[in-house]
């Protein structure tokens, strides 16, 4: 069925695969069924639709609610499965559709650092990230953006195999440290694809 979000894809990727000469690697990697929470650092306003380009699947994206105020834009996000989500305050019922979605089989993107990073470096994620992975059975996809973003330079994608978290969710561990494994994962994965 072709959707919103299918046409303005194949048009994304016909305008930044070529401009960025985007290299994705670990596709396979991706669960083919079930919910899955993607996350992957954050280096650039084009990461999203980066990831939803190279991504094996559709992925609904979380996004500050500012932006769903901008006419025009905030109806184009809502079309692309994009839903908002309070900043700087913990967005009851944002978490409740993410849990939703991810128990619904589907794949939820996430930044675990909240912001783009100034620097390159991947810094500290938010405790978000580990508060779906804990409650959900959802398989959990690290993924790498490596840039910088210049035209006609290369840009990596790396997907990581899921990250198993039988242990941590075996001894309820906190949200914090859940999302401090899954930004190691991230940071081990740009290291090793550089």
Known sequence: MVTFYTIARSVVKSVLMPLYRVEVRGREHFPKEGGVLLCSNHIDNLDPPLVGITAPRPILFMAKEELFKIPVFGKMLANLN?????????????????????????????????????????????????????RTDAHVVPCAIIGPYKAFRKVKVVYGPPIDMEELRGRKASAEETT????????????ESQ
């Open 180 to 191: 401090a494994v899954i930004m190691s994962h991230i940071r081990r994965l740009k290291e």
């Open 82 to 134: 994009a839903f908002p989500v309070k900043r700087g305050a913990s967005d009851r019922e944002a978490l409740r559709k993410g849990i939703k979605f991810l128990k619904e089989g589907k794949v939820l993107g996430l930044f675990p650092e909240g912001t783009r990073s100034k620097t390159g470096e991947i810094g500290e994620g938010m405790a978000g990230a580990g508060f779906f992975a804990l």
